[in-house]
Each structure stands twice: as C-alpha cells, then as structure tokens.
C-alpha cells in the first residue's frame, strides 16, 4: 500500500467533518468522495477568513463600495506586476462576479452569434455556457506530445477561417493542467492576429503552478495580445472562495475599456462585497498561505502517482504542470467509468463533459487530504 506520511495538518481533516460542511463538492453526490468540481477541501488562508469576520462584525454588508472596490484593483495590479511582471492600470481591472460572467462579457465585443473556438478537453460549463447565449462552439482537440497536452494551432487557425472570432484560452489549461510556454503563446497570438480574432483569456489557475514554471498572461506577450484579449482571473481556485462571487475582469484594449463603461456591460456594485474583500486580503496577506498549500499540493500529486501505480496501473496520467486536476485516461472509452466510479464511492468529472471524444477520460480533483485520495483511488481501482 502507497504511504501516505500524514504530517501535515491538511492530512488530519476528517471525511466525516468534510461531509458536514454545506459544501456543494461534498453534498452533491450524497455518500461519495467529493473529487469533482475544482474545489481544495483546505479552506481558506487565515488572513481571509479574519478579514471576513472583521467586515460581517462591522456590517460591511452593502452593495459594493467604490473605496474597497478600488483598493481591490489596485491589489490586482501589484499581484500582476511582482508575480508576472505584467503592468496593468487599476482602473482596467473590472470588479465581476465570476469568470463566466466575464467570458458572458467577452463576446459582447464580437459579433453577435458569432462561433467561438473552444480547444478541448475543457472546463465543463463553457461548452454549454456559449451555446445558450446564442454562440455556437467550435471545438478544436488538443495534440498530445510526449503524453503533454498542447494547442492545435493549425486548427485553431481553420476555425478562425470558418467564420470564428473569438478563441477562449484557459491557461493554465483546466483539465489537463498545462501551462502554456512562451513560444506556444506567441504561436496562439500569431494565428489570432493573422485572422483579427479576439481572446477570452481565462487564467484563474495561474496561481496554482508546480516546479518554479513561471505563468505569462497572454495579454502581456506583446501590443497586439494586450489589444485582441479580455483576461478574466479570480481567487476562487488558489485561495478556495469561489462561493464568495467575486472575479477580476482585466481590459487591455483602450476600446473595450471605453465600451465596457459606456454600455455598462458590467454593473460597478455586481461582484459581492465579502468577495472583493476577501480577494483584496488574498492577493495582499495569502500568498504565505498558498505556499504552503502547494507544496501540500506538490506532495499530493506524487502522491497520487503512486497510488494509480498500486491500484490502478492501466490508467495513464501526464501529472499536471499545474492546478490540482487529473485527466485520467482510461485507455479505451467507457461513456460509463464516471457513473460506475460514483458507485464504488468516488464523484469524478465524465470525461465526455469536457468536450466530443473523451469517453476514455475523467477528471479527478486531488486537492484533498492524504487519507481520502488513498481511499479514492483504492474504490477506482476496485471499480476497475
Ligand atoms: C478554467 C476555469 N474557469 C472558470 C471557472 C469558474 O470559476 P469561478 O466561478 O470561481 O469564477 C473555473 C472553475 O473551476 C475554472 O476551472
């Protein structure tokens, strides 16, 4: 059996008091391991849980005001100038409640109905998202290199041709947790400016990076990417508070900025209070904290390789350049893995969510205590 050296205190959280909490991750499948939405069962950095007690003792509970709004786009700015030596005004950085709702806002600058390239596998809800707002995807599958996940560029390329204007781009990547290299970057930036497309730039993982590899906003590559990108980030993932409903909506292009504030496509008081405060602290006082949880998180992804090894040998696993996720491949396709891993125990994202052709995958959330991912992956094995 895979040891697990439990010393840490994220190792001694029980099953029993996660399950107690009125977490969705934990809830939505009654009596399962909660390992599929990309949630941390760590909680969240002290700092920010003292911030919050502090604003609900002094009743900061009202519609967004101005003053913390600012002061959280000024936080945003420093945290993209020391951590990716990218120079942003704060008066760019949007106050949203979420990235969704900034990719909602994206393809306002588009033309309307206009389809957008999704590379895949991708985060879930974007799939069906731009559909029902009256944007049809085009999905473009990653090439796989060396068992590392990267763009297809010369198909990104003919979906622009097709008729596309807008590429979304999750980087680092949900599922497969690549971080994109400088050189991918510029070759993506040379495709869309060939085509005069746009890009929703979604890097709300940027924070959750292994083995020193640096994250480049894509918008910062050059003047081309900083004009053609809407970037959209958050805390939720990094610090753990997507509950709070607050996310950063970044503007690089003097014309969208202008736009943005003449129709306002993003009410000035939409993002929660508690969560642009929470954020402000998180950015400002966590990142001590998230140090920490991800050297757990380094730990855990070991962890796990070890454990498929054990438990699970025919499942093959690039582990991920960041994010806690695992696209688990399976090896042939089984639409049904998702429904019969759930039934052994184990709540895992169907890979056929994250886009046509991946009935052979899951995803798999490893941020949680040592103890639980054993359990999880010794039921998926057994269910194998
Ligand atoms: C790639 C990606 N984008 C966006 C989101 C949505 O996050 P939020 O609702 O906290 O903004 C998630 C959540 O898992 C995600 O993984």
């Not at 993506?188 to 085509?195: C, E, G, L, S, Y």
Request: glycine share 6%; charged share 25%; with cysteine.
């Amino acid at each position: 059996m895979a040891e697990a050296h439990c010393t840490h205190p994220f190792d001694l959280r029980e099953r029993s008091d996660l399950e107690r909490r009125e977490s969705r991750k934990w809830s939505l499948f009654p009596g399962t391991i909660g390992a599929w939405v990309a949630e941390t069962d760590f909680g969240t950095a002290p700092a920010v849980k003292e911030a919050l007690h502090d604003a609900i003792d002094r009743e900061v509970l009202g519609y967004l005001a101005p003053p913390i709004a600012r002061e959280l786009s000024q936080t945003v700015a420093d945290w993209l100038q020391d951590q990716y030596d990218w120079r942003v005004e704060p008066q760019r950085i949007h106050h949203i409640t979420d990235v969704l709702a900034g990719l909602r806002i994206a393809t306002r600058f588009v033309t309307p109905g206009s389809p957008v390239i999704v590379p895949t596998p991708a985060y879930m809800p974007v799939l069906t998202l731009l559909p029902a707002i009256g944007h049809p995807v085009i999905e473009v599958p990653g090439t796989i290199d060396d068992g590392r996940w990267q763009h297809d560029t010369d198909a990104i390329d003919r979906a622009f041709s097709s008729g596309a204007e807008l590429l979304f781009l999750c980087n680092p990547q949900n599922p497969t947790g690549t971080v994109l290299a400088r050189h991918e970057l510029e070759n993506i930036a040379t495709v869309v400016d060939k085509h005069g497309g746009r890009v929703f730039a979604d890097e709300i993982h940027a924070p959750l990076r292994f083995d020193g590899r640096p994250h480049i906003p894509y918008a910062a590559l050059n003047d081309a990417t900083a004009n053609h990108t809407i970037t959209a980030t958050s805390t939720s993932k990094a610090w753990n508070v997507p509950g709070l409903k607050a996310a950063q909506l970044i503007l690089s292009n003097d014309a969208d900025q202008a736009k943005y504030r003449r129709e306002e496509l993003g009410a000035p008081f939409e993002a929660s209070t508690l969560g642009v405060i929470a954020a402000n602290v998180a950015y400002r006082d966590g990142r001590e904290w998230l140090e920490e949880k991800l050297t757990y998180l380094a730990q855990n992804r070991a962890f796990l390789q070890r454990l498929l090894a054990e438990h699970a040998p025919s499942i093959r696993w690039q582990p991920n350049e960041a994010t806690y996720l695992a696209w688990l491949d399976l090896g042939e396709p089984t639409p049904d893995a998702a429904t019969a891993f759930r039934e052994a125990g184990v709540a895992l994202t169907p890979g056929r969510a994250c886009g046509e052709g991946y009935e052979n995958f899951v995803r798999l959330t490893y941020a949680t205590p040592k103890p639980i991912l054993a359990d999880a992956i010794t039921r998926i094995g057994r269910a194998l």
